[in-house]
């Protein structure tokens, strides 16, 4: 019995893109799109992951769980926009045409809807008509809609929505039925770094301060390693998991082999600076 790989496949993002030799997406569209609908590197692997699947032989079926204002969806869609041949599925517990403030607290980058009121269709209407023309929006709870799933077999699909480990666990099992041969199931959020406590105190410097003065004696080189002055900062992370990475060991172990996992690490928040696969990641499952 073939149970979970003991050697999974740990990718940088740069690897896997430079791996996928189709073409990007053009920057001013990413970076306008970041902006607008909240988007980020994630963007740049869906969009390969279509083009690269798109061969000619048949309209491809995408899925995208988790539509929010439509990053992912509008991304893909976009991709699919180059030969105009297919059709992405997005879903979400929030109507296409519930008008509300999308703006999201402590934004740090530029948020052009800020102070408005829309629904995600007016957003798609006014900055992303041609993109929207290919998807199709479905209100509901992910498993019950994947429950009825009617579109035919899915090429590429997009696991961001309920990140509990119950809840993909019953995504994976309703998908494994409709992914076509060689379809890949994208999973945001395989790890995710989750609390970041910096410390910046006058009293933690001052003993620090001390502590290296003293040590500056026998060891002067010791002052500059030790950078010690106002700006000392103390930062400490604590790493937590989602329910993704469970959910997702659970589902190879009971389908017995027929699946590869690559696990891609992300640049945002903190994911490629580590050697191993901690920090933001996203899991690749692709059907063997
Ligand atoms: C993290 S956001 C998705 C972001 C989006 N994929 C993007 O790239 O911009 C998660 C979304 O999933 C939706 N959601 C949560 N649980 C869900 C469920 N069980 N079924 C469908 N949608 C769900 C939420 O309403 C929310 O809009």
Redesign the pocket.
């Known amino acids: 019995m073939e149970t979970i790989p003991s050697r999974f496949v740990v990718t940088s993002l740069d690897h896997k893109l430079t791996e996928l030799r189709v073409d990007g997406l053009a920057a001013d569209w990413y970076r306008r799109s970041c902006e607008i ?4 590197d ?2 740049l692997l869906l969009y390969k992951l279509v083009r690269q699947r798109q061969d000619g032989t048949h309209p491809l079926v995408i899925l ?10 509008i ?1 893909m869609a976009r991709a699919l926009h180059e030969t105009d041949v297919g059709s992405v599925y997005t ?4 109507d296409h045409h519930d008008a509300r403030s999308w703006q999201v607290k402590q934004q740090q980058s530029p948020e052009p809807l800020a102070g408005m009121t829309l629904s995600r269709s007016e957003i798609w209407r006014r900055w992303y008509p041609r993109e929207a023309e290919l998807v199709t929006p479905i209100k ?4 019950a ?1 994947l429950g009825d799933w009617c579109y035919g077999p899915i090429d590429v699909a ?1 696991i ?4 509990s480990r119950t ?1 993909v666990s019953k995504e994976l099992a309703l998908l494994s039925q409709f992914m076509a041969p060689g379809g890949v199931i994208v999973l ?1 959020d395989y790890f995710m770094e989750a609390t970041v406590l910096r410390v910046r105190s006058r009293y933690v410097n001052r003993l620090a301060n001390s502590i290296g003065k003293r040590i500056r004696g026998p060891w002067p080189s010791a002052s500059r390693r030790l950078r010690l002055g106002w700006d000392n900062e103390f930062i400490l992370v604590k790493q937590k998991f989602s329910g993704i990475k469970a959910a997702v060991q659970e589902f190879l172990v009971d389908q017995q082999g027929g699946w590869a996992l690559e696990v891609i690490r992300m640049p945002e928040r903190g994911g490629s600076d580590h050697e191993d696969y901690s920090g933001y990641s996203l899991a690749l499952l692709t059907k063997t």
Do not use: E, K, P, Y
């Open positions: 609908l909240r988007g980020g994630r963007g995208d769980v988790g539509t929010a204002r439509g990053f992912s969806a991304t879903i979400d517990v929030i509901g709870q992910s498993w809609v997009f961001d929505g309920d990140h809840a945001d």
